[in-house]
C-alpha cells in the first residue's frame, strides 16, 4: 500500500533570494559567469513554473559546464524526484555520498554571479531561506530508495540521518512509512507520531502522510476507532482519498 510521495522536504527553498552585492567581502562557492548563471535562471524559472522537464534541461547544462556545485545536485535531484525518476535520485546523491571525505554536517556552498557595477566586479549570493547541509543529500537518497522499494538501504540511510539530526520530522516520517512496510506498526506509529509533534512548522503534505499511515496502523491492528481518527485527521491535511476509507470502513462495522 505504499504511496509515491511527493518530496516536499526541499521545496521551500527551492528560490533565488533577493540579490545583495558583497564588495570585497569573503565568500565560500561557486562563481557563475552569464552564460551559467542564464542557466541557472531558466532553471528556476521553470521550475517555479512546474516544468520540471524543461527545469532540469538547464540545471543539466550547468552540471555539463563543470558547474560542481552541491546546491545545483541538490536541486537536479529534487526535479527528478518530481518526475519520480527515482534511480536517478540515487545516482546524483550517491555521487556526492560517496566522496570519503564528506563532512555530512557541513553547510553547502553559496552560488555567486559576477557583476560588473559602476567599474568594479562584485559577487551576488543567489541562495535564499534557511541553511542547507550535506545531510540533505542522504535524506532524499533515503525517500528516493523508499519509492524503488529499497526499504532496507532507505532505513540505513535514515539511521544515519538521524544519528547527525535527531529531531527532524521529515525523517521520523521517512522511518514511519519503512517501518510499516515492514509491518512493525507499532514502531511505525511511534515514528509517525514523532513526525507530527516534532516540528511546528510541519507542511500538510508531511502530516496529511502521517496521520494517514497512523490509521492504517490502528487498522491493521484491529482498533477500527483510532483509525477513524487518523483518516479523518489526514482528510483535513489535504489527503482526500482518506474519507473514502472511511466510507468503507464505517460501511462494514
Not at 511505525?188 to 502530516?207: E, H, P, Q, T, Y
Request: with cysteine; proline share 2%.
Amino acid at each position: 500500500m505504499k504511496n509515491l510521495l511527493v518530496l516536499f522536504v526541499l521545496l521551500p527553498i527551492l528560490s533565488v533570494s533577493q540579490e545583495s552585492d558583497l564588495f570585497g567581502l569573503p565568500y565560500q562557492g561557486i562563481v557563475l559567469d552569464e552564460v551559467q548563471y542564464e542557466y541557472f535562471s531558466k532553471g528556476l524559472k521553470y521550475l517555479d513554473e512546474g516544468s520540471y522537464e524543461e527545469s532540469v534541461v538547464f540545471f543539466n547544462k550547468l552540471n555539463d559546464a563543470g558547474v560542481a556545485n552541491d546546491y545545483v545536485n541538490l536541486l537536479r535531484a529534487e526535479i527528478y524526484y518530481s518526475l519520480k525518476d527515482f534511480k536517478k535520485v540515487v545516482y546524483i546523491t550517491s555521487s556526492i555520498l560517496n566522496d570519503p571525505d564528506l563532512d555530512l554536517k557541513s553547510t553547502i556552498d553559496g552560488i555567486y554571479r559576477y557583476r560588473d557595477t559602476s567599474g568594479r566586479i562584485s559577487t551576488t549570493n543567489l541562495l535564499g531561506g534557511p541553511p542547507l547541509y550535506k545531510s540533505d543529500f542522504l535524506l532524499m537518497r533515503g525517500y528516493a530508495k523508499y519509492a524503488l522499494d529499497d526499504f532496507l538501504g532507505a532505513k540505513n540511510d535514515s539511521e544515519k540521518y538521524m544519528a547527525i539530526w535527531s529531531n527532524k520530522d521529515e525523517n521520523f516520517l521517512l522511518r514511519g512509512l519503512i517501518e510499516y512496510e515492514f509491518h512493525n506498526y507499532e514502531i511505525s506509529m511511534s515514528f509517525l507520531k514523532k513526525a507530527i509533534v516534532s516540528n511546528g512548522s510541519s507542511s500538510d503534505v508531511l502530516l496529511a502522510e502521517a496521520y494517514y499511515y497512523i490509521g492504517h496502523c490502528y487498522l491493521n491492528l484491529g482498533n477500527k476507532i483510532d483509525a477513524l481518527k487518523n483518516f479523518s485527521k489526514a482528510g483535513e491535511y489535504g489527503k482526500s482519498n482518506a474519507y473514502d476509507l472511511i466510507k468503507k470502513i464505517n460501511s462494514n462495522m
